[in-house]
Protein backbone atom coordinates (compact mmCIF):
# COMPACT_ATOMS: atom_id res chain seq x y z
CA UNK A 1 0.00 0.00 0.00
CA UNK A 2 1.38 3.52 -0.68
CA UNK A 3 0.97 6.75 1.34
CA UNK A 4 -2.33 8.48 1.98
CA UNK A 5 -2.08 12.35 3.28
CA UNK A 6 -5.17 14.52 3.48
CA UNK A 7 -4.97 18.16 4.39
CA UNK A 8 -7.71 19.91 6.21
CA UNK A 9 -8.82 23.14 7.11
CA UNK A 10 -11.17 26.27 7.28
CA UNK A 11 -11.52 28.73 4.45
CA UNK A 12 -9.08 30.53 3.61
CA UNK A 13 -5.91 28.53 5.29
CA UNK A 14 -3.77 27.93 2.68
CA UNK A 15 -4.44 24.19 2.08
CA UNK A 16 -4.77 23.97 -1.23
CA UNK A 17 -1.17 25.90 -1.64
CA UNK A 18 0.10 23.77 0.70
CA UNK A 19 -1.00 20.38 -0.99
CA UNK A 20 0.43 21.68 -4.38
CA UNK A 21 3.87 22.45 -2.85
CA UNK A 22 3.96 18.96 -1.15
CA UNK A 23 2.74 17.43 -4.64
CA UNK A 24 5.64 18.93 -6.91
CA UNK A 25 8.48 18.41 -4.38
CA UNK A 26 7.03 14.62 -4.33
CA UNK A 27 6.79 14.78 -7.79
CA UNK A 28 9.81 16.66 -8.36
CA UNK A 29 11.90 13.67 -6.48
CA UNK A 30 10.86 11.18 -8.96
CA UNK A 31 8.14 9.90 -6.16
CA UNK A 32 5.28 8.38 -7.80
CA UNK A 33 2.46 11.38 -6.33
CA UNK A 34 -1.23 11.83 -7.17
CA UNK A 35 -2.68 15.24 -6.09
CA UNK A 36 -6.95 15.23 -6.41
CA UNK A 37 -9.37 17.17 -4.17
CA UNK A 38 -12.96 17.20 -2.97
CA UNK A 39 -15.56 17.40 -3.72
CA UNK A 40 -14.83 16.79 -7.42
CA UNK A 41 -11.47 14.80 -8.59
CA UNK A 42 -14.08 12.63 -11.03
CA UNK A 43 -15.95 13.68 -14.02
CA UNK A 44 -19.20 12.88 -11.44
CA UNK A 45 -17.63 14.80 -8.99
CA UNK A 46 -16.45 17.84 -10.61
CA UNK A 47 -20.63 18.00 -11.90
CA UNK A 48 -21.38 17.57 -8.29
CA UNK A 49 -18.89 20.15 -6.84
CA UNK A 50 -20.71 23.14 -9.37
CA UNK A 51 -23.70 21.69 -7.59
CA UNK A 52 -22.56 22.32 -3.67
CA UNK A 53 -20.06 25.21 -4.03
CA UNK A 54 -22.62 27.06 -6.10
CA UNK A 55 -24.85 30.17 -4.69
CA UNK A 56 -28.08 29.22 -4.67
CA UNK A 57 -31.74 31.28 -4.23
CA UNK A 58 -32.97 27.63 -2.92
CA UNK A 59 -32.03 25.77 0.48
CA UNK A 60 -30.01 23.01 0.21
CA UNK A 61 -30.77 21.06 3.55
CA UNK A 62 -27.59 19.44 5.90
CA UNK A 63 -28.67 15.78 5.10
CA UNK A 64 -28.53 16.40 1.53
CA UNK A 65 -25.30 18.03 1.67
CA UNK A 66 -23.96 14.69 3.31
CA UNK A 67 -24.85 12.59 0.76
CA UNK A 68 -23.48 14.72 -1.99
CA UNK A 69 -20.33 14.72 -0.77
CA UNK A 70 -20.42 11.15 0.08
CA UNK A 71 -21.25 10.07 -3.68
CA UNK A 72 -18.30 12.62 -4.78
CA UNK A 73 -16.15 10.81 -2.41
CA UNK A 74 -17.50 7.20 -3.04
CA UNK A 75 -16.65 7.72 -6.77
CA UNK A 76 -12.91 9.38 -5.77
CA UNK A 77 -11.97 6.65 -3.70
CA UNK A 78 -13.15 4.05 -6.15
CA UNK A 79 -11.59 5.86 -9.62
CA UNK A 80 -8.07 7.57 -8.13
CA UNK A 81 -7.70 6.84 -4.31
CA UNK A 82 -7.82 2.84 -3.77
CA UNK A 83 -6.01 1.59 -7.41
CA UNK A 84 -3.14 4.58 -6.79
CA UNK A 85 -2.44 3.32 -2.79
CA UNK A 86 -2.84 -0.45 -4.45
CA UNK A 87 0.05 0.41 -6.61
CA UNK A 88 2.34 1.75 -3.71
CA UNK A 89 1.29 5.47 -4.58
CA UNK A 90 1.30 8.59 -2.71
CA UNK A 91 -2.43 10.04 -2.80
CA UNK A 92 -2.54 13.86 -1.70
CA UNK A 93 -6.05 14.64 -1.03
CA UNK A 94 -7.22 18.55 -0.83
CA UNK A 95 -9.93 17.55 2.32
CA UNK A 96 -11.17 14.36 2.65
CA UNK A 97 -13.45 12.86 5.47
CA UNK A 98 -12.88 15.07 8.20
CA UNK A 99 -14.27 18.16 6.10
CA UNK A 100 -18.08 16.17 6.55
CA UNK A 101 -17.60 15.76 9.80
CA UNK A 102 -16.58 19.70 10.55
CA UNK A 103 -18.50 20.96 7.97
CA UNK A 104 -21.56 19.00 8.41
CA UNK A 105 -21.17 17.55 11.73
CA UNK A 106 -20.42 20.54 13.69
CA UNK A 107 -20.80 23.04 11.20
CA UNK A 108 -24.59 21.71 10.22
CA UNK A 109 -25.77 19.40 12.92
CA UNK A 110 -25.48 16.28 12.00
CA UNK A 111 -24.98 13.61 14.45
CA UNK A 112 -21.57 12.95 13.84
CA UNK A 113 -22.24 8.83 14.20
CA UNK A 114 -24.51 8.93 11.01
CA UNK A 115 -21.65 11.10 9.55
CA UNK A 116 -19.12 8.35 10.21
CA UNK A 117 -21.40 5.50 8.82
CA UNK A 118 -21.62 7.24 5.53
CA UNK A 119 -17.76 8.24 5.83
CA UNK A 120 -17.28 4.41 6.29
CA UNK A 121 -19.38 3.38 3.41
CA UNK A 122 -18.29 5.83 0.85
CA UNK A 123 -14.30 5.27 1.31
CA UNK A 124 -14.65 1.56 2.08
CA UNK A 125 -12.52 1.45 5.23
CA UNK A 126 -9.95 3.83 4.08
CA UNK A 127 -8.18 6.27 6.24
CA UNK A 128 -5.16 8.71 5.75
CA UNK A 129 -1.87 7.92 7.72
CA UNK A 130 -1.68 11.79 7.77
CA UNK A 131 -3.54 14.61 8.14
CA UNK A 132 -2.25 18.51 8.09
CA UNK A 133 -4.45 20.90 9.47
CA UNK A 134 -3.86 24.19 9.01
CA UNK A 135 -5.41 26.23 11.62
CA UNK A 136 -6.45 29.68 11.46
CA UNK A 137 -8.93 32.40 12.90
CA UNK A 138 -11.67 32.80 11.60
CA UNK A 139 -11.97 35.96 10.33
CA UNK A 140 -8.45 36.02 9.30
CA UNK A 141 -9.17 33.05 6.92
CA UNK A 142 -12.31 34.87 5.76
CA UNK A 143 -10.34 37.70 4.83
CA UNK A 144 -8.10 36.00 2.34
CA UNK A 145 -11.19 34.91 0.29
CA UNK A 146 -12.08 37.56 -2.48
CA UNK A 147 -15.25 39.46 -1.26
CA UNK A 148 -17.04 39.07 -4.38
CA UNK A 149 -18.06 35.20 -6.21
CA UNK A 150 -17.98 33.69 -2.55
CA UNK A 151 -19.11 30.37 -2.64
CA UNK A 152 -22.21 28.70 -0.72
CA UNK A 153 -19.69 27.80 1.97
CA UNK A 154 -17.57 31.11 2.14
CA UNK A 155 -21.07 33.03 2.77
CA UNK A 156 -22.33 31.31 5.79
CA UNK A 157 -22.68 33.33 8.50
CA UNK A 158 -19.51 33.74 10.64
CA UNK A 159 -21.01 31.39 13.68
CA UNK A 160 -20.96 28.62 11.03
CA UNK A 161 -17.33 28.92 10.61
CA UNK A 162 -16.44 29.29 14.05
CA UNK A 163 -18.01 26.05 14.73
CA UNK A 164 -16.22 24.07 11.58
CA UNK A 165 -12.66 25.48 13.12
CA UNK A 166 -13.92 24.06 16.91
CA UNK A 167 -14.56 20.77 15.38
CA UNK A 168 -11.35 20.47 13.79
CA UNK A 169 -9.49 21.27 16.48
CA UNK A 170 -11.87 18.90 18.69
CA UNK A 171 -10.70 16.15 15.87
CA UNK A 172 -7.04 16.44 15.79
CA UNK A 173 -7.09 16.56 19.88
CA UNK A 174 -8.60 13.56 19.70
CA UNK A 175 -6.53 11.59 17.70
CA UNK A 176 -2.63 12.99 17.93
CA UNK A 177 -1.20 10.23 15.89
CA UNK A 178 -2.82 11.15 12.67
CA UNK A 179 -3.25 14.88 12.93
CA UNK A 180 -0.69 17.64 12.15
CA UNK A 181 -1.76 20.87 13.58
CA UNK A 182 0.37 23.86 11.81
CA UNK A 183 -0.05 27.40 12.90
CA UNK A 184 -1.41 28.72 9.24
CA UNK A 185 -0.30 32.71 10.02
CA UNK A 186 3.20 31.13 9.76
CA UNK A 187 4.51 32.32 6.35
CA UNK A 188 3.97 29.82 3.33
CA UNK A 189 7.72 29.01 2.99
CA UNK A 190 7.70 28.00 7.11
CA UNK A 191 4.27 25.87 6.66
CA UNK A 192 5.87 23.82 3.68
CA UNK A 193 9.13 23.34 5.22
CA UNK A 194 7.26 22.08 8.10
CA UNK A 195 5.50 19.56 6.42
CA UNK A 196 8.05 18.21 4.42
CA UNK A 197 10.12 17.41 7.93
CA UNK A 198 6.87 15.11 9.22
CA UNK A 199 6.56 13.86 5.10
CA UNK A 200 10.37 13.35 4.84
CA UNK A 201 10.15 11.10 7.80
CA UNK A 202 7.19 9.20 6.72
CA UNK A 203 9.13 8.38 3.48
CA UNK A 204 11.78 7.29 5.67
CA UNK A 205 9.72 4.91 7.56
CA UNK A 206 8.56 3.15 4.69
CA UNK A 207 11.87 3.16 2.84
CA UNK A 208 10.72 5.28 -0.19
CA UNK A 209 14.08 6.41 -2.16
CA UNK A 210 14.75 10.15 -2.60
CA UNK A 211 17.00 12.29 -3.04
CA UNK A 212 17.32 15.09 -0.05
CA UNK A 213 16.44 18.50 -2.32
Known sequence: MGLFITFEGSEGCGKSFQSKVLYNKLYDLGIQVELIYEPGGTVLGNEMRRLLKKRREDDV?????LFLFAACRAQLVAEI???SLQKGKIVICDR???ST???QGYGRGIQLATIE???CIATKGIKPNLTILLDLPVAQGLSRKKTKNRDRFEKAELSFHYRVREGYQKLAAAEPERWMVIDATLSKTEISNI???RVSQ????????????
Open 61 to 65: VPETE
Open 81 to 83: IQP
Open 96 to 98: FTD
Open 101 to 103: IAY
Open 117 to 119: TIN
Open 195 to 197: IWD
Open 202 to 213: LLDLLHINYTTP
